[in-house]
């Protein structure tokens, strides 16, 4: 069948290329495809010996948002492949053949940032990976007398028409050892291959990703490819010949003659098949009594009764994705995207008769049916609110905002009334209502952050969450105030009369919803972290989290447990007591008497009236939790990837930033993506094909992020923490990596009481299994991250067991390492006068990495901000507020040090650091230190992405797909950061020879910097 065909290889008459996930060798005269590899994962990269007789390829492995890339080798002739390498990394990719015996890779294995990559190479026998001394690079190519090293030369197919600070370069070397720039072209480069006396590469930097070529001295460019519909990508040659890919097929190239190879794989499509998967409870929806409950798994919606009875499932079965399940009686109300767009569909049961709604409603967010079914409240992605009549299928806009989606909805009991949050602005939301006629009101004024609107079921109030009442919180490490426990509940009285708190005798309640701004009255409940309330009949159920750090979970996938608490206030009695704990989310029956509430992946329905058994999670009535393996979540993937990239393309028509999609047909993209469609068999090759298809845009933070790949479960390799290398007969050890040894996490394991392994001892064997050369040590610690192991040592001619902890992730021990050596060369080199501080990325780490120095470091008269690698993130004005403030005096004590006001303003001299590593709100870091002149900026132009995401749009197997919807505009530059970058104020490159002698050439030139400004200074002491 024909296939999806990408990596082609080529060594004679030989061709190599991956389809199906796996790894496939055709002889070009018989043009009969034979299978290498089965089922170990996804082959990408493969790279034939010099010799013809082996093959190097690269496996990915993906499962539940987890994933590694490891080197392989087989016979050309087949057999059972080998591992080479288990560095358990995704940043692991396969480059070439030194010889015959070893492979060249390039990986970020004991290096501090993933996108720092050195080059391997490894033996075909085995053993340890031996880092080359070029440092940063991304490809190696020898022949005809040169060494052309790359770095960045990536297929960038999710942004094409790159042309920011890692667009591809080359660099060349005539000995082997100093290197010099040899091509940086303005656009993509990668794919360098020697080809007689020329240098040839794919590029983009005319507009298209085509193959051209340069002499030696970096002259006479020459283009030898003329495509315009599908890019070039992964070109291979053997010295003479050239195949690429381009559009899921491959191509050979002989003397600028292009030949389309007719391939046709014998294979059956297996990970086409249907197949069952896991629940995962997407969305939930309950009738009044909850004797029906719905959810959503893998976009389909399932019908039940909670305890027994069959499962129905609405709809199409596959190919069409499903949003929302809100049931009244027998209707069941979702959102179906089986047109091709998202439309609002009314299923009858039991014989799922449906109407659909033929309206544009945009993409829906959040809907609410009311309690007698008869209308629907549903908000989209255009910051709308839209009343649907079930039965006529009338509508109307209620209410739209300019800043913000309507994501809370909440129904008065009798149907005739509903609430909702309004974004009034950048700061402040407000609740307001509106009855079914149309007409809306307030019911808090727009000057606080109000959310999470329920009516009690007697229908006289209405509940709400609010941050207005602010009592802060004094920061442990810097003088700094924050309001972690800013939320507390509110109640609105929805008619004339006293407030339920005030101890007044009942009287009879007089209705008035629209004058509820004057009755709104505090709950007496302290605030906390509250997320949602609920109300009831005189109790009002609260969710809230705990405060934690904010760096667990930052753009992870990896789910968590929960750990939400819900927590029930009695009315009557104005008592509060925990309710349950590890809670996600909670939804209550329409008449109040029951809750359903999910935990993780489990759903459970309890009374109101008191408080659940924790003592047990046995589905059943008793315990309350529903049996959801008797959801059969079926799939077709083939329809399922169909409806994927349809969505994923919608996604980036409605949330991309400009409206007209920069000028490009997007429809035109669209059709022709989904030709390819048909030749995709794997969920790799579906990922392919979207990257290909977002990436036409050009524009930063395009993602696509799969979460599993439905292939070999990938296995965590265990981390020492230290650099080993085989000498005499065993494994030493050359160095033992530590920050501040008497930090958590911040040193080797090996060091750990007890251990105590000292640099120069060996490491003789690994759970009773004795190393030799051949024997790499990682591959004793697979699937042994975060666990201990035994291990013989040979120290001093003494022998003696030492049992060792791994580590789960040697990255943050490896940059704490890196960190403090440039701590202690930067005071070393400047006698004490000049600090340094890192900044790994604009999130909570990089915030926390800030915070932990900077107040150190501005006691000194100069500091070196380092932004080198950052990936960016949102705090970017938070560190420039501190670094642009001014001293303007000081605190002097009777005793000890003068203390500068403002107590943390920078001191006289700041220099910055940056590569083209800092993107993002790294970038936008970088320009803003450069424009408000705080001090020089020094290294290379940043990566130049800032058009921002939000990144939480998942499509129906858990991938993340980004659209870029917020287009950062500097008032000089416009958007001119953007596929740009930001150049420093004095460019110094980290050459391969500067690498390989440890030097840090940027880092040496912010200290001459900082020393020269620091004597340029006249310090006027004020007395």
Same mark, same amino acid.
């Given at each position: 069948?024909?296939?999806?065909?990408?990596?082609?290889?080529?060594?004679?008459?030989?061709?190599?290329?991956?389809?199906?996930?796996?790894? $496939?060798?055709?002889?070009?005269?018989?043009?009969?495809?034979?299978?290498?590899?089965?089922?170990?994962?996804?082959? #990408?990269?493969?790279?034939?010996?010099?010799?013809g007789?082996?093959?190097?390829?690269?496996?990915?492995? !993906?499962?539940?948002?987890?994933?590694?890339?490891?080197?392989?080798?087989?016979?050309?002739?087949?057999?059972?492949?080998?591992?080479?390498?288990y560095?358990?990394?995704?940043?692991?990719?396969?480059?070439?053949?030194?010889?015959?015996?070893?492979?060249?890779?390039?990986?970020?294995?004991?290096?501090?940032?993933?996108s720092?990559?050195?080059?391997?190479?490894?033996?075909?026998?085995?053993?340890?990976?031996?880092?080359?001394?070029?440092?940063?690079?991304?490809?190696?190519?020898?022949?005809?007398?040169?060494?052309?090293?790359?770095?960045?030369?990536?297929?960038?197919?999710?942004?094409?028409?790159?042309?920011?600070?890692?667009?591809?370069?080359?660099?060349?070397?005539?000995?082997?050892?100093?290197?010099?720039?040899?091509?940086?072209?303005?656009?993509?480069?990668?794919?360098?291959?020697?080809?007689?006396?020329?240098?040839?590469? =794919?590029?983009?930097?005319e507009?298209?990703?085509?193959?051209?070529?340069?002499?030696?001295?970096?002259?006479?460019?020459?283009?030898?490819?003329?495509?315009?519909?599908?890019?070039?990508?992964?070109?291979? *040659?053997?010295?003479?010949?050239?195949?690429?890919q381009?559009?899921?097929?491959?191509?050979?190239?002989?003397?600028?003659?292009?030949?389309?190879?007719? =391939?046709? =794989?014998?294979?059956?499509?297996?990970?086409?098949?249907?197949?069952?998967? +896991?629940?995962?409870?997407?969305? !939930?929806?309950?009738?009044?009594?909850v004797?029906? !409950? &719905?959810?959503?798994?893998?976009?389909?919606?399932?019908?039940?009764?909670?305890? +027994?009875?069959?499962?129905?499932?609405l709809?199409?079965?596959?190919?069409?994705?499903?949003?929302?399940?809100?049931?009244?009686?027998?209707?069941?109300?979702?959102?179906?995207?089986?047109?091709?767009?998202?439309?609002?569909?009314?299923h009858?049961?039991?014989?799922?008769?449906?109407?659909?709604?033929?309206?544009?409603?945009?993409?829906?967010?959040n809907?609410?049916?009311?309690?007698?079914?008869?209308?629907?409240?549903?908000?989209?992605?255009?910051?709308?609110?839209?009343?649907?009549?079930?039965?006529?299928?009338?509508?109307?806009?209620?209410?739209?905002?300019?800043?913000? =989606?309507?994501w +809370?909805i909440?129904?008065?009991?009798?149907?005739?009334?509903?609430?909702?949050?309004?974004?009034?602005?950048?700061?402040?939301?407000?609740?307001?209502?509106?009855?079914?006629?149309?007409?809306?009101?307030?019911?808090?004024?727009?000057?606080?952050?109000?959310?999470?609107?329920?009516?009690?079921?007697?229908?006289?109030?209405?509940?709400?969450?609010?941050?207005?009442?602010?009592?802060?919180?004094?920061?442990?490490?810097?003088?700094?105030?924050?309001?972690?426990?800013?939320?507390?509940?509110?109640?609105?009285?929805?008619?004339?009369?006293?407030?339920?708190?005030?101890?007044?005798?009942?009287?009879?309640? !007089?209705?008035?919803?629209?004058?509820?701004?004057?009755?709104?009255?505090?709950?007496?409940?302290?605030? *906390?972290?509250?997320?949602?309330?609920v109300?009831?009949?005189?109790?009002?159920?609260?969710?809230?989290?705990?405060?934690?750090?904010?760096?667990?979970?930052?753009?992870?996938?990896?789910?968590?447990?929960?750990?939400?608490?819900?927590?029930?206030? +009695?009315?009557q009695?104005?008592?509060?007591?925990?309710?349950?704990?590890?809670?996600?989310?909670?939804?209550?029956?329409?008449?109040?008497?029951?809750?359903?509430?999910?935990?993780?992946?489990?759903?459970?329905?309890?009374?109101? *009236?008191?408080?659940?058994?924790?003592?047990?999670?046995?589905?059943?009535?008793?315990?309350?939790?529903?049996?959801?393996?008797?959801?059969?979540?079926?799939? %077709?993937?083939e329809?399922? $990837?169909s409806?994927?990239?349809?969505? #994923?393309?919608?996604?980036?028509?409605?949330?991309?930033?400009?409206?007209?999609?920069?000028?490009?047909?997007?429809?035109?993209?669209?059709?022709?993506?989904?030709?390819?469609?048909?030749?995709?068999?794997?969920?790799?090759?579906?990922?392919?094909?979207?990257?290909?298809?977002?990436?036409?845009?050009?524009?930063?933070?395009?993602?696509?992020?799969?979460f599993?790949?439905?292939?070999?479960?990938?296995?965590?390799?265990?981390?020492?923490?230290?650099?080993?290398?085989?000498?005499?007969?065993?494994?030493?050890?050359?160095?033992?990596?530590?920050?501040?040894?008497?930090?958590?996490?911040?040193?080797?394991?090996?060091?750990?009481?007890?251990?105590?392994?000292?640099?120069?001892?060996?490491?003789?064997?690994?759970? &009773?299994?004795?190393?030799?050369?051949?024997?790499?040590?990682?591959?004793?610690?697979?699937?042994?991250?975060?666990?201990?192991?035994?291990?013989?040592?040979? *120290?001093?001619?003494?022998?003696?067991?030492?049992y060792?902890?791994?580590?789960?992730d040697?990255?943050?021990?490896?940059?704490?390492?890196?960190? %403090?050596?440039?701590?202690?060369?930067?005071?070393?080199? #400047?006698?004490?006068?000049?600090?340094?501080?890192?900044?790994?990325?604009?999130?909570?780490?990089?915030?926390?990495?800030?915070?932990?120095?900077?107040?150190?470091?501005?006691?000194r008269?100069g500091?070196?901000?380092?932004?080198?690698?950052?990936?960016?993130?949102?705090?970017?004005?938070?560190?420039?507020?501190?670094?642009?403030?001014?001293?303007?005096?000081?605190?002097?004590?009777?005793?000890?040090?003068?203390?500068?006001?403002?107590?943390?303003?920078?001191p006289?001299?700041?220099?910055?650091?940056?590569? %083209?590593?800092?993107?993002?709100?790294?970038?936008?870091?970088?320009?803003?230190?450069?424009?408000?002149?705080?001090?020089?900026?020094?290294?290379?132009r940043?990566?130049?992405?800032?058009?921002?995401?939000?990144?939480?749009?998942?499509?129906?197997?858990? #991938?993340?797909?980004?659209?870029?919807?917020?287009?950062?505009?500097?008032?000089?530059?416009?958007?001119?950061?953007?596929?740009?970058?930001?150049?420093?104020?004095? %460019?110094?490159?980290?050459?391969?020879?500067?690498?390989?002698?440890?030097?840090?050439?940027?880092?040496?030139?912010?200290?001459?910097?900082?020393?020269?400004?620091?004597?340029?200074?006249?310090?006027?002491?004020?007395?």
């Open positions: 069948m024909k296939g999806y065909y990408t990596y082609p290889e080529i060594r004679g008459n030989t061709l190599l290329f991956v389809s199906d996930d796996d790894l $496939w060798k055709m002889d070009l005269t018989d043009m009969k495809p034979q299978r290498l590899t089965y089922d170990i994962g996804v082959v #990408t990269k493969s790279r034939i010996s010099p010799d007789r082996n093959v190097a390829f690269l496996v990915t492995q !993906i499962g539940n948002g987890y994933g590694i890339n490891e080197v392989f080798v087989v016979s050309i002739d087949g057999g059972i492949p080998k591992r080479l390498t560095f358990g990394s995704r940043r692991t990719d396969l480059v070439g053949w030194l010889d015959n015996e070893r492979v060249i890779l390039t990986s970020d294995y004991l290096t501090p940032f993933p720092r990559t050195d080059l391997f190479t490894v033996s075909v026998s085995g053993g340890m990976p031996e880092r080359l001394p070029y440092g940063q690079a991304t490809d190696l190519v020898i022949g005809n007398g040169i060494t052309v090293l790359s770095r960045y030369t990536n297929d960038l197919q999710y942004w094409k028409r790159y042309k920011g600070g890692t667009k591809g370069v080359l660099y060349i070397s005539r000995d082997g050892r100093n290197f010099q720039k040899f091509l940086e072209l303005n656009g993509n480069i990668n794919s360098p291959m020697i080809v007689g006396d020329r240098l040839y590469f =794919i590029s983009d930097f507009g298209f990703g085509n193959i051209y070529s340069v002499d030696f001295n970096g002259n006479d460019m020459r283009k030898h490819t003329n495509l315009n519909d599908y890019y070039a990508r992964n070109a291979r *040659s053997d010295g003479r010949r050239i195949v690429f381009s559009g899921g097929q491959v191509y050979l190239m002989v003397d600028d003659n292009i030949q389309l190879l007719d =391939i046709d =794989i014998p294979t059956i499509g297996k990970k086409r098949m249907p197949k069952f998967v +896991d629940v995962k409870i997407g969305d !939930i929806g309950i009738n009044g009594d004797s029906m !409950i &719905g959810i959503t798994s893998r976009g389909k919606p399932f019908i039940m009764r909670p305890w +027994d009875g069959p499962v129905f499932q709809g199409e079965k596959n190919g069409v994705r499903y949003k929302f399940v809100e049931i009244s009686g027998r209707r069941v109300v979702t959102v179906s995207d089986e047109t091709g767009e998202e439309r609002v569909e009314i009858e049961l039991p014989d799922d008769g449906k109407r659909r709604v033929d309206v544009d409603f945009g993409r829906i967010e809907m609410r049916m009311s309690p007698d079914g008869k209308y629907l409240l549903l908000s989209n992605h255009k910051f709308e609110i839209w009343l649907l009549n079930l039965d006529d299928l009338s509508y109307r806009m209620i209410d739209k905002s300019e800043y913000g =989606i309507i +809370d909440a129904w008065h009991p009798k149907s005739y009334m509903f609430a909702y949050t309004f974004r009034e602005d950048n700061f402040a939301m407000s609740i307001k209502m509106g009855n079914v006629d149309g007409k809306t009101w307030r019911v808090t004024t727009p000057t606080s952050i109000d959310y999470s609107p329920s009516f009690d079921k007697s229908g006289k109030y209405l509940y709400f969450l609010s941050r207005r009442h602010l009592d802060p919180v004094y920061d442990r490490i810097i003088f700094n105030l924050s309001f972690p426990l800013a939320s507390k509940p509110y109640m609105a009285i929805l008619g004339k009369g006293y407030s339920p708190f005030d101890g007044s005798p009942d009287e009879e309640f !007089i209705e008035d919803p629209e004058g509820v701004l004057e009755r709104i009255v505090p709950m007496p409940i302290d605030e *906390s972290n509250y997320v949602k309330v109300g009831g009949n005189n109790k009002v159920f609260l969710l809230s989290f705990p405060v934690e750090g904010s760096m667990r979970g930052w753009y992870s996938q990896s789910p968590d447990k929960p750990t939400g608490v819900i927590e029930v206030f +009695d009315v009695t104005r008592t509060k007591e925990v309710f349950l704990q590890g809670v996600s989310d909670l939804r209550m029956s329409h008449d109040g008497n029951k809750l359903v509430v999910k935990q993780g992946e489990q759903l459970r329905i309890v009374e109101t *009236s008191k408080k659940p058994d924790v003592t047990t999670s046995e589905p059943g009535p008793k315990t309350g939790f529903i049996d959801l393996k008797r959801v059969k979540v079926y799939v %077709e993937p329809r399922e $990837w409806q994927m990239l349809r969505e #994923t393309w919608r996604l980036m028509r409605d949330n991309y930033w400009d409206e007209k999609m920069r000028g490009i047909n997007w429809e035109e993209i669209y059709e022709k993506y989904r030709r390819l469609l048909p030749r995709v068999n794997t969920r790799f090759e579906l990922s392919d094909v979207i990257k290909e298809m977002i990436g036409e845009l050009g524009t930063s933070h395009t993602y696509e992020i799969p599993d790949f439905d292939v070999e479960k990938p296995y965590p390799i265990g981390g020492l923490g230290a650099e080993l290398k085989f000498e005499s007969g065993c494994y030493k050890v050359v160095k033992l990596f530590y920050g501040d040894k008497a930090n958590e996490g911040e040193k080797s394991p090996l060091m750990a009481p007890g251990v105590e392994v000292k640099e120069g001892d060996c490491i003789t064997a690994i759970d &009773g299994v004795e190393l030799t050369k051949d024997v790499n040590p990682l591959s004793l610690l697979i699937n042994k991250a975060d666990q201990f192991v035994t291990m013989d040592i040979l *120290s001093s001619g003494i022998k003696r067991k030492v060792v902890r791994t580590l789960r040697e990255k943050s021990l490896m940059y704490r390492w890196w960190v %403090e050596s440039n701590r202690r060369y930067v005071y070393e080199k #400047t006698n004490g006068l000049v600090g340094y501080v890192h900044v790994p990325d604009m999130g909570p780490r990089g915030y926390a990495e800030f915070m932990r120095l900077y107040p150190q470091e501005i006691q008269r500091i070196i901000i380092d932004v080198r690698f950052n990936t960016g993130g949102h705090v970017s004005p938070l560190l420039i507020e501190r670094l642009a403030l001014k001293r303007i005096g000081e605190d002097r004590p009777r005793r000890g040090k003068p203390v500068p006001y403002p107590q943390l303003a920078p006289e001299v700041l220099v910055a650091l940056t590569n %083209e590593n800092a993107g993002s709100d790294g970038d936008i870091f970088s320009y803003s230190f450069k424009r408000l002149k705080l001090g020089p900026l020094i290294g290379k940043t990566w130049g992405g800032v058009i921002g995401i939000t990144g939480r749009h998942r499509l129906v197997d858990g #991938t993340m797909v980004s659209q870029p919807e917020f287009a950062f505009f500097f008032d000089d530059v416009g958007l001119g950061v953007e596929n740009y970058g930001v150049d420093p104020d004095i %460019e110094v490159d980290i050459l391969p020879q500067d690498y390989a002698v440890g030097r840090d050439v940027q880092l040496d030139k912010a200290i001459e910097v900082a020393m020269e400004r620091l004597k340029a200074q006249t310090k006027v002491e004020q007395v």
